[in-house]
């Protein structure tokens, strides 16, 4: 998906509208992803280097999606794939543009750029810049909630030679939004079962606390040097420092609501406040030759890359006598209908410093971890350029060092993996190409692993995949498409396993989850004027080799839809008028994990046979239907201008629905927006 198709298609956040693209949902503004029936775990990648998972709309060029365990090529991934995001880069000539967007839940967007070169003299320039900042405000369906994003990047490249380019990229984010999780669930609280579906009818009731804050503040720097020595090789160098805050101050929510007693039965019984820091350091460096051999075409290609990631972080909560003074709050029964009443806002800043309202800080966790690895890759053309041989591999060393200060707990963890990436192509005729892969991947141990010694020993996590499919062009060009069939899994998930002995249920990372299906990709060019996109996936995702938890197994994964269908379609009617129509279908998803919340062991068997029906919940099918238009025209009065304006109408049929794979979320009812955009 590119810049320009978010513009046609008023797309204002990276979020659930990126399943335009096959295989794709559950995203969320934190840069959260389903991949192939994957939940969580994806690589965001931020111009090739592994970022921290926020994704600034406004200064984005392009998102492509790295599909299966072939991601390993970047890093560490999960076998679902990797996301990466290009952001805009500076222009070889100058251009300015400014563009203003209002609509429906208070929605307002104000979005200047500007690039170019750097002129000294009368030399041909070799400097470019580029800079983009945003702001961006919005309500949603659910009363006081809100987002507020701010944001800025700048870019410079420099050309010194055709080649050499040396590039630096700084950014800053600011997301601001309310601290909830969403609709609550149906729950009974007498049977402490889940009944099924989502508390539709409390949707519009001002269930949370307005004046709680999530806030995510984010800057990053990048450095890119790209060098070709010589006809045969060529090499690049990156590095990126990034560092991320995020605070969750909360006084209420919960996610079950028992509709015979108008209650929330999870409510929060005292203020939570939470901060952690998070610090990102990574470094790669490719080296890459291209020669022929024995007439064959070769490329070699080496990568060396280095990753550090570190999270210092803390928490408290409201103090007795502070919650005394609001007898609502220390309830976990939470009346929806006087909800909005029970506690007043407790200044943010007063919670980290320390006050008499809460208890003294805890200091969770600082975890560092660290992956260095190595990867070779060999490509070979061979029969006259018909078929093209891949082989490749990774060596990574992961080390951790968990800490708990507040505890005193301390745990130090090492790990070595090596994945194996095998593909073979053959051209079928001149544009259209056969392959077959087989990739490896992994997940190493995360920055959120536990430092407690009597824990569980986390396993990384390990990919191995199968992909064949058919990409090509045909049509003389006005038809491209790639299709895949896959079969992956994903080994050393965490289980539900039982003590023989006791009875009690203790984790161990022995699980499996597979998941296999087809998907197509195709872009048709019908005339000149008029283009249509389509993707479909089908996809079958479940957990195998749960263990003695025999009620997970063979349960769909969380947000995995096994159909989802989108098509866009843009019709060019004038050389200033476009028409766009779009719509996204995504059938029924699994809410929950296949291992959430287990039943209680048999006594007998020591077999886990039930839940509390939590596996059960899934989030409802949706189809939501986007139509727009955009007409632009120039003007010549001291300066030439070029202006736009799109209007862009979404979810037409008014539908009330919950975010495919994002399982509490509640999507926008039928909006109407408009966006100017004046252009120099």
Same mark, same amino acid.
């Given at each position: 998906?590119?810049?320009?198709?978010?513009?046609?298609?008023?797309?204002?956040?990276?979020?659930?509208?990126?399943?335009?693209?096959?295989?794709?949902?559950?995203?969320?503004?934190?840069?959260?992803?389903?991949?192939?029936?994957?939940?969580?775990?994806?690589?965001?990648?931020?111009?090739?280097?592994?970022?921290?998972?926020?994704?600034?709309?406004?200064?984005?060029?392009?998102?492509?999606?790295?599909?299966?365990?072939?991601?390993?090529?970047?890093?560490?991934?999960?076998?679902?794939?990797?996301?990466?995001?290009?952001?805009?880069?500076?222009?070889?000539?100058?251009?300015?543009?400014?563009?203003?967007?209002?609509?429906?839940?208070?929605?307002?967007?104000?979005?200047?750029?500007?690039?170019?070169?750097? =002129?000294?003299?009368?030399?041909?320039?070799? &400097?470019?810049?580029?800079?983009?900042?945003?702001?961006?405000?919005?309500?949603?369906?659910?009363?006081?909630?809100?987002?507020?994003?701010?944001?800025?990047?700048?870019?410079?490249?420099?050309?010194?030679?055709?080649?050499?380019?040396?590039?630096? *990229?700084?950014?800053?984010?600011?997301?601001? #939004?309310?601290?909830?999780?969403?609709?609550?669930?149906?729950?009974?609280?007498?049977?402490?079962?889940?009944?099924?579906?989502?508390?539709?009818?409390?949707?519009?009731? *001002?269930?949370? *606390?307005?004046?709680?804050?999530?806030?995510?503040?984010?800057?990053?720097?990048?450095?890119?040097?790209?060098?070709?020595? *010589?006809?045969?090789?060529?090499?690049?160098?990156?590095?990126?420092?990034?560092?991320?805050?995020?605070?969750?101050?909360?006084?209420?929510?919960?996610?079950?609501?028992?509709?015979?007693?108008?209650?929330?039965?999870?409510?929060?019984?005292?203020?939570?406040?939470?901060?952690?820091?998070?610090?990102?350091?990574?470094?790669?460096?490719?080296?890459?030759?291209?020669?022929?051999?024995?007439?064959?075409?070769?490329?070699?290609?080496?990568?060396?890359?280095?990753? #550090?990631?570190?999270?210092?972080?803390?928490?408290?909560?409201?103090?007795?006598?502070?919650?005394?003074?609001?007898?609502?709050?220390?309830?976990?029964?939470?009346?929806?209908?006087?909800?909005?009443?029970?506690?007043?806002?407790?200044?943010?800043?007063?919670?980290?410093?320390?006050?008499?309202?809460?208890?003294? &800080?805890?200091?969770?966790?600082?975890?560092?971890?660290?992956?260095?690895?190595?990867?070779?890759?060999?490509?070979?053309?061979?029969?006259?350029?018909?078929?093209?041989?891949?082989?490749?591999?990774?060596?990574?060393?992961?080390?951790?060092?968990?800490?708990?200060?507040?505890?005193?707990?301390? =745990?130090?963890?090492?790990?070595?993996?090596?994945?194996?990436?095998?593909?073979?192509?053959?051209?079928?005729?001149?544009?259209?190409?056969?392959?077959?892969?087989?990739?490896?991947?992994?997940?190493?141990?995360?920055?959120?692993?536990?430092?407690?010694?009597?824990?569980?020993?986390?396993?990384?996590?390990?990919?191995?995949?199968?992909?064949?499919?058919?990409?090509?062009?045909?049509?003389?060009?006005?038809?491209?498409?790639? +299709?895949?069939?896959?079969? +992956?899994? =994903?080994?050393?998930?965490?289980?539900?396993?039982?003590?023989?002995?006791?009875?009690?249920?203790?984790?161990?990372?022995?699980?499996?989850?597979?998941?296999?299906?087809?998907?197509?990709?195709?872009?048709?060019?019908?005339?000149?004027?008029?283009?249509?996109?389509?993707?479909?996936?089908?996809?079958?995702?479940?957990?195998?080799?749960?263990?003695?938890?025999?009620?997970?197994?063979?349960?769909?994964?969380?947000?995995?839809?096994? #159909?989802?269908?989108?098509?866009?379609?843009?019709?060019?009617?004038?050389?200033?008028?476009? &028409?766009?129509?779009?719509?996204?279908?995504?059938?029924?998803?699994?809410?929950?994990?296949?291992?959430?919340?287990?039943?209680?062991?048999?006594?007998?068997?020591?077999?886990?046979?039930?839940?509390?029906?939590?596996?059960?919940? +899934?989030?409802?099918?949706? +189809?939501?239907?986007?139509?727009?238009?955009?007409?632009?025209?120039?003007?010549?009065?001291?300066? =030439?201008?070029?202006?736009?304006?799109?209007?862009?109408?979404?979810?037409?049929?008014?539908?009330?629905?919950?975010?495919?794979?994002?399982?509490?979320?509640?999507?926008?009812? &039928?909006?109407?927006?408009?966006?100017?955009?004046?252009?120099?």
């Amino acid at each position: 998906m590119t810049s320009e198709f978010f513009k046609d298609f008023s797309i204002f956040e990276a979020t659930e509208e990126l399943s335009y693209m096959s295989s794709v949902s559950g995203v969320d503004d934190g840069g959260n992803f389903n991949i192939r029936g994957f939940n969580g775990g994806a690589t965001n990648l931020r111009n090739g280097l592994a970022s921290n998972g926020l994704i600034d709309a406004s200064t984005l060029d392009r998102v492509e999606i790295v599909k299966g365990p072939a991601a390993a090529i970047y890093g560490a991934t999960a076998p679902g794939g990797a996301v990466m995001v290009s952001t805009k880069k500076p222009t070889m000539i100058p251009r300015q543009e400014l563009r203003v967007s209002s609509g429906s839940y208070s929605l307002n967007q104000v979005v200047a750029s500007s690039s170019g070169p750097l =002129r000294f003299g009368q030399s041909k320039p070799k &400097l470019f810049y580029r800079f983009d900042t945003q702001y961006y405000h919005r309500l949603f369906e659910v009363p006081g909630l809100s987002s507020l994003t701010r944001s800025a990047n700048a870019a410079l490249t420099y050309r010194p030679g055709s080649n050499t380019s040396i590039s630096f *990229n700084a950014g800053y984010l600011l997301k601001n #939004n309310n601290s909830f999780g969403g609709l609550p669930y149906n729950y009974d609280n007498t049977t402490k079962r889940y009944t099924g579906g989502y508390a539709f009818d409390i949707v519009h009731k *001002n269930i949370l *606390n307005p004046n709680d804050k999530k806030p995510r503040w984010n800057a990053v720097f990048e450095g890119n040097v790209e060098h070709r020595f *010589n006809s045969v090789f060529s090499g690049r160098f990156a590095a990126s420092a990034s560092h991320r805050t995020l605070v969750n101050y909360q006084s209420y929510g919960g996610s079950r609501y028992d509709s015979r007693l108008r209650r929330i039965t999870d409510g929060r019984t005292s203020i939570s406040f939470a901060k952690d820091d998070f610090d990102y350091r990574n470094a790669a460096f490719d080296l890459t030759a291209v020669y022929p051999l024995a007439g064959t075409k070769q490329r070699t290609l080496m990568t060396i890359d280095y990753s #550090n990631q570190n999270r210092r972080g803390f928490s408290t909560t409201s103090n007795a006598a502070f919650n005394a003074l609001y007898p609502g709050l220390t309830t976990a029964l939470k009346d929806v209908d006087t909800l909005a009443s029970i506690v007043p806002y407790v200044p943010v800043t007063i919670a980290a410093k320390g006050s008499p309202f809460f208890n003294p &800080l805890i200091y969770a966790r600082e975890n560092n971890v660290t992956a260095s690895g190595v990867f070779v890759r060999q490509e070979a053309t061979i029969l006259k350029d018909k078929i093209i041989l891949v082989g490749g591999y990774r060596h990574d060393y992961i080390r951790a060092d968990l800490r708990e200060p507040t505890n005193g707990r301390q =745990r130090k963890l090492e790990d070595l993996n090596g994945s194996i990436l095998l593909g073979i192509t053959y051209r079928v005729t001149q544009n259209v190409s056969w392959y077959v892969s087989r990739n490896e991947s992994f997940t190493p141990l995360s920055i959120t692993t536990s430092a407690n010694p009597a824990a569980a020993i986390p396993q990384t996590t390990r990919g191995e995949g199968y992909e064949t499919g058919v990409k090509g062009e045909m049509l003389d060009g006005r038809l491209g498409f790639t +299709t895949a069939i896959f079969d +992956t899994k =994903r080994k050393n998930e965490q289980v539900n396993e039982v003590d023989e002995a006791t009875g009690v249920l203790f984790t161990k990372y022995t699980g499996t989850t597979k998941t296999r299906g087809f998907e197509i990709d195709a872009n048709y060019r019908l005339t000149n004027g008029l283009q249509v996109l389509v993707s479909y996936t089908r996809n079958d995702a479940f957990a195998i080799d749960q263990g003695r938890d025999i009620d997970a197994n063979n349960r769909r994964t969380k947000g995995s839809m096994r #159909n989802s269908l989108t098509s866009a379609v843009r019709y060019q009617v004038l050389p200033a008028l476009s &028409l766009t129509l779009s719509v996204r279908y995504a059938s029924k998803s699994q809410a929950f994990n296949a291992t959430d919340n287990p039943g209680t062991p048999d006594p007998v068997t020591k077999l886990i046979t039930t839940n509390d029906g939590a596996r059960d919940v +899934t989030v409802p099918a949706a +189809t939501i239907w986007t139509m727009g238009g955009s007409y632009s025209w120039k003007t010549q009065r001291f300066v =030439r201008l070029g202006h736009s304006l799109t209007i862009t109408a979404k979810n037409l049929t008014d539908r009330l629905y919950i975010v495919p794979g994002n399982n509490r979320t509640v999507g926008d009812r &039928l909006g109407v927006y408009a966006t100017y955009s004046l252009s120099h």
